[in-house]
C-alpha cells in the first residue's frame, strides 16, 4: 500500500539551529514525492519536489531535501531555522493522486 | 497568475443541509483536484479532473458527494445531507501537464466547513 511516515509529530527548535524533519514512504514505483508547508490560515506551498536525477534537491526558503532510495526516506534539511519558519510540514508522494503524510509541526524558541 | 481561488472561505450549515464549495484554477492548468483535510491529519485525496473528465475518485467520495468541472475551467465540490463528520477543510488544487512545472500542485486557501 503506498504511504508516508513522518514520525515527529512535533519538533521544537532554537532559531538559528539547524533542522531536519524526516519522512518515509511506501510506493510501488518510482516515486514523485514533495515537502509543503502549511502556516495557520494559509494554504499550502510547495517546498520542493524530487522526480528524477540528483537526489540532493533544493528548494525555496533555503529548504533541501535528500532522496535515499535505499532507506525510502526523503529527509527535509535546513542550516538554520528563522522564528518565521514556524509551521506545519508534510511530506508527500504520488503522481496525480498525491498522499500526504500527517505532518510534523515546526516549533521555534526565540 | 492569481493562483487557485476557492469560495466560500468558510461555511457553517446545519446537519442535513446540502453545501456546495467552488473552486477556479489556475488558468491554462488542465488538472483539478479536490483534497480533505480534517485536524491534526494531513490532506486526503477525493478526486481529480483532466478538463471536464472526472478520472479517479476516492472511496472517501461517498455517494452523498459530487464533483463537477463542466466546461474544463472551474469545479464544484457538492455534499448533500451534510453530516459532522463532513465538517472539514476541502482544499483545491491545480496542475499543469507540461513545462517546468509539470505535477505540482498548486493549492488554494481551503474551504472550511463546519456542520453544527
Known amino acids: 500500500a503506498q504511504s508516508v511516515t513522518q514520525p515527529d509529530i512535533h519538533i521544537t527548535v532554537s532559531e538559528g539551529a539547524s533542522l531536519e524533519l524526516r519522512c518515509n514512504y511506501s510506493?510501488?514505483?518510482?516515486?514523485?514525492l514533495f515537502w509543503y508547508v502549511q502556516s495557520p490560515g494559509q494554504g499550502l506551498q510547495l517546498l520542493l519536489k524530487?522526480?528524477?536525477?540528483?537526489?540532493l534537491v533544493q528548494g525555496i526558503k533555503g529548504f533541501e531535501a535528500e532522496f535515499k532510495r535505499s532507506q525510502s526516506s526523503f529527509n527535509l534539511r535546513k542550516p538554520s531555522v528563522h522564528w518565521s519558519d514556524a509551521a506545519e510540514y508534510f511530506c508527500?508522494?504520488?503522481?496525480?493522486?498525491?498522499?500526504f503524510g500527517k505532518g510534523t509541526r515546526l516549533h521555534i524558541l526565540p | 497568475d492569481t493562483g487557485v481561488s476557492q469560495d466560500p472561505r468558510h461555511k457553517i450549515t446545519k446537519r442535513g443541509q446540502n453545501v456546495t464549495f467552488r473552486c477556479d484554477p489556475i488558468?491554462?492548468?488542465?488538472?483539478l483536484y479536490w483534497y480533505r483535510q480534517t485536524l491534526g491529519q494531513g490532506p486526503e485525496f477525493l478526486t481529480y479532473?483532466?478538463?471536464?473528465?472526472?478520472?479517479?475518485k476516492s472511496r472517501l467520495l461517498s455517494d452523498r458527494f459530487s464533483a463537477e468541472r463542466p466546461k474544463g475551467s472551474f469545479s464544484t465540490l457538492e455534499i448533500q445531507r451534510t453530516e459532522q463528520g463532513d465538517s472539514a477543510m476541502y482544499l483545491c488544487?491545480?496542475?499543469?501537464?507540461?513545462?517546468?512545472?509539470?505535477?505540482?500542485?498548486?493549492f488554494g486557501p481551503g474551504t472550511r466547513l463546519t456542520v453544527l
Open positions: 488544487a491545480s496542475s499543469p501537464r507540461s513545462g517546468i512545472s509539470y505535477n505540482e500542485q498548486f
Open positions: 510506493y510501488g514505483a518510482t516515486p514523485y
Open positions: 524530487y522526480f528524477s536525477g540528483d537526489t
Open positions: 508527500a508522494v504520488g503522481d496525480d493522486k498525491i498522499i
Open positions: 488558468s491554462e492548468h488542465n488538472r
Open positions: 479532473f483532466q478538463n471536464e473528465a472526472q478520472l479517479e
